[in-house]
């Protein structure tokens, strides 16, 4: 298989998640990712969560079926998706602060 194109997008509608096999509803970001395999050319869509556990554990010639990062590692994917939780808590707190703080 040979990846072709890979790039975040905001999608326009709803996308199983291919790592994880979880729905992500449309206007959250995800990473496209167009391959060719013997001719034939296919998509995918990576929530962050599955970006990140990848880049992670993953090596770039590893291969999966639908699901399976979710599903072979369930504590190692959720600690992931914490952090990311987490982290956006965090960002979103630190807008909320610099929105308040021009008002005074």
């Keep these: 298989m040979d990846i072709i194109s890979s790039k975040i997008v905001k999608t326009r509608k709803d996308h199983y998640c291919f790592g994880c096999a979880r729905k992500i509803l449309k206007g959250n970001k995800m990473q496209r990712v167009k391959s ?18 990848w880049n992670k554990y993953m090596y770039y010639d590893d291969e999966i079926g639908y699901g399976d990062l979710r599903s072979s590692d369930p504590n190692g994917w959720e600690e992931i998706k914490k ?20 008002w005074f």
């Design 83 to 102: 952090s990311i939780e987490n982290e956006e808590l965090i960002v979103n707190v630190d807008k909320r602060n610099q929105i308040e703080d021009t």
């Design 36 to 53: 060719v395999d013997m001719g034939s050319v296919s998509t995918a869509y990576w929530c962050d969560v599955c970006q990140k556990y």
